[in-house]
């Protein structure tokens, strides 16, 4: 029987800093519990049309869309992923969206997709270089019918600023499959990128 991915854990991220030629991931941190996960790949390209055919296709820009549907994010993570202003309420923070998205951090991203084992993961990724496009929530009056709903996070991944100096390319992403638990446990404590990914197994 043809596997298939049947499940999906360990939704975390990490704050992206780039500075002075330099590009650093901070600690990894728990996003939500993640219900599922959804992932588009789009390729820009242009067309050269000449004697009514297609001569040759010009390709640009690769980004990549994720859709994660969690149960809801606490209001500190949220803040943090869209750069949220913190305002001081008594002993209390409240957080104050800002109008300008441009400030938005960019974040890593990491999950585990599973193939209907609970337990054990199929594959581990992380993405590098995101944006949260939007974070949308659902509320329903609370009566008997009403099932529970969660929080869905949209984040564009475009390619890093600066190359991987062990591909020489800006990747967007990285995947691997794991054998079982303890090695995804060991991808999530760190950001993997193609420069560390080494060295992940070996401490």
């Not at 854990?9 to 939500?32: C, D, I, M, N, Q």
């Not at 009514?52 to 949220?78: M, W, Y």
């Not at 209907?116 to 594959?123: I, N, Q, T, V």
């Not at 995947?175 to 993997?192: G, H, L, R, Y």
């Amino acid at each position: 029987m043809a596997k298939q991915y049947r499940g999906c854990s360990r939704l975390v991220y990490a704050l992206v800093t780039e500075s002075e030629g330099k590009t650093e991931y901070g600690t990894v941190k728990t996003l939500a519990p993640v219900k599922s996960v959804s992932r588009d790949i789009d390729a820009s390209h242009e067309n050269v049309w000449a004697d009514n055919a297609i001569q040759e296709t010009h390709f640009s820009g690769t980004k990549v869309t994720r859709s994660f549907d969690c149960t809801r994010l606490e209001p500190e993570v949220e803040a943090e992923i869209l750069g949220l202003t913190v305002v001081t309420v008594g002993q209390k923070k409240a957080y104050a969206t800002d109008p300008d998205g441009s400030q938005r951090p960019y974040i890593a991203v990491g999950y585990a997709l599973h193939d209907g084992d609970a337990e054990k993961p199929c594959e581990v990724v992380w993405a590098y270089h995101g944006k949260v496009l939007s974070v949308s929530k659902a509320s329903n009056t609370i009566d008997d019918g009403t099932g529970s709903e969660g929080q869905t996070v949209e984040i564009e991944f475009s390619a890093p600023v600066r190359p991987f100096t062990a591909t020489k390319k800006r990747n967007l992403d990285i995947s691997m499959a794991v054998a079982d638990a303890t090695e995804a446990e060991k991808w999530f404590t760190q950001v993997v990128t193609p420069d560390n990914a080494s060295t992940v197994f070996t401490a």
